[in-house]
């Protein structure tokens, strides 16, 4: 497979280099020679030149490539880039359908999307087979980590399913026992799949390792409630979710207008704080706005005295979601500071998140990093599904797939599945008479029918094998 990225800033680059882990063949292009030149490290074709140009789609391989994703720094060349790389690609291989071509255009603007104040559906006119907008799934992992602080990682796998990365403390129950006689020591503490000892990069467990101090565990949760157990059992200990919750949110930009709409939805009394007072009028005359669980404050989220008058000290959660990423840490720190149990933060750069949980902030995300793996999962598209990569343990890769009514897996069992696949299936999804959707563990199932969708576990070497087997 190769697929042509068009724009090799930090998402561009992320996407290359999970390609390349895969062993597919990849192309980068950006006019930019600064991004180029710091895209040497990874082992692809570098094209200095521009997704809207015929010669550039040309020299990084249109005839051959099977996608083309536009993640440059404009919405507008990313969904024109779709249609003007078909039309490249049908020129030259005489497909006028393009049937061969899949096009990814990734979005920053939400709004594009509405389909009452944007543009959308994008992909009915744009020639764009999939659209990327991360929005949506930065605020869900950020709010469902702050569920539990304490957790290393917490990682959508699926509608429903998590993936909950947890240190084993001291005095965690779990310590000399095998990773496969976890369930038995905590009632209802979700199965583990995934170990991490010491500098080693991580593995698929057996259920014959034993559970040391400072391990890193990888569980897979089916609801947002079996996180307690996790860090129960993991020797971790969070403040309880109250049932109203106080939240701080400083900035009413896109995340923080999601943020907001997401905890009013759950019964939450939501503040935001935001030092343009243009950006403050419109979130209060927006639908959002005319909750009277809301207050919106125009005012510097650096000012003492306004944090004072607003006792940010009885907050229960606290939120920086400014276009700043230094600014965000300020205020998350000092939120942290004053006592605030829950803290979060929104961050463009990775590597800055990784600082940041040295620090000891409890919740941070990259944006850039969430759009990523949202790409990722558009490219493996042809296995029905979620994708995701966990940093803590990076030879290890998440998916879901559905099964088909021609496939092999039909009327087999998980452990004859598993043999098949060289994998873990690490939970179930299967549909009850009445329509109902169930999220049953592996134990639980007696053989996987058409229609059943499995969430895997595979390492990373084997994702072409896998996704091969699954989609047949």
């Known amino acids: ?22 062993k597919r063949q990849v192309a980068l292009v950006d006019p930019d020679p600064v991004a180029i030149n710091e895209s040497q490290s990874i082992d692809c074709l570098l094209i200095t030149g521009n997704a809207l140009s015929r010669d550039s789609l040309l020299r990084a391989g249109i005839n051959d490539a099977e996608i083309v994703v536009l993640c440059t720094n404009n919405d507008e060349v990313n969904l024109l880039g779709c249609a003007f790389a078909k039309r490249v690609y049908s020129e030259q291989v005489g497909d006028r359908a393009t049937r061969g071509l899949t096009t990814i255009a990734t979005i920053r603007d939400p709004t594009l999307l509405d389909k009452n104040r ?6 009915r006119w ?22 539990a602080p304490s957790v290393e990682e917490i990682l959508p796998l699926g509608d429903n399913a998590w993936i909950a990365v947890a240190e084993v403390m001291p005095n965690s129950a779990l310590i000399g026992k095998t990773t496969g006689e976890v369930d038995q020591w905590i009632v209802n503490i979700p199965s583990v799949y995934g170990i991490k000892s010491g500098e080693d990069k991580g593995i698929l467990v057996s259920g014959s390792e034993v559970i040391q101090e400072g391990d890193m565990l990888c569980f897979v949760a089916r609801s947002t409630e079996e996180f307690l ?14 049932e109203s919750p106080l939240v701080a949110i400083f900035g009413a930009t896109k995340f923080g207008k999601k943020l907001a ?22 979130l ?107 940093p803590q343990l990076p030879d290890i890769i998440s998916i879901s797939a559905a099964i088909s009514h021609q496939s092999y897996f039909i009327g087999r069992t998980i452990q004859e599945a598993e043999k098949k696949l060289g994998c873990r299936i690490v939970m179930v ?35 072409k094998y896998v996704e091969k087997t699954l989609g047949s």
């Not at 129960?232 to 109250?242: I, N, V």
Request: aromatic share 2%; glycine share 8%.
């Open 261 to 282: 709409s997401h905890y009013l939805e759950s019964g939450a009394e939501v503040v935001v704080i935001e030092p343009d007072l243009d950006s403050a009028n419109e």
């Open 229 to 242: 157990t996790i860090t129960t059992g993991s020797g971790l200990q969070d403040p309880e979710w109250p």
């Open 126 to 147: 744009t020639r764009a087979d999939h659209v990327v907008c991360a929005s949506d799934d930065i605020v869900k992992q950020l709010a469902a980590g702050l569920l």
């Open 1 to 22: 497979m190769r697929v042509i990225i068009a724009g090799a800033g930090e998402v561009g680059r992320g996407v290359a280099k999970a390609l390349r882990a895969e």
């Open 284 to 390: 209060v005359g927006s639908t959002t706005g005319n909750s009277k669980r809301l207050d919106v404050i125009h005012g510097d989220p650096q000012d003492e005295e306004l944090l004072r008058e607003l006792s940010i000290d009885t907050y229960d959660v606290a939120i920086a979601a400014l276009k700043d990423d230094n600014l965000n840490i300020a205020i998350s720190m000092r939120a942290k500071d004053k006592g605030v149990a829950r803290t979060g933060l929104i961050l463009k750069d990775r590597a800055l998140v990784e600082a940041v949980q040295r620090i000891g902030l409890t919740r941070p995300v990259s944006r850039r990093h969430v759009t990523v793996i949202s790409i990722l999962k558009s490219i493996h598209m042809n296995v029905p599904g979620a994708y995701q990569v966990i």
């Open 429 to 463: 999804e299967k549909e009850d008479d009445s329509g109902i959707i169930q999220i049953l563990n592996p134990s639980d199932v007696d053989i996987l029918n058409a229609g059943d969708k499995v969430l895997v576990f595979l390492k990373r070497d084997d994702m």
């Open 118 to 123: 944007g543009a959308g559906p994008l992909e």
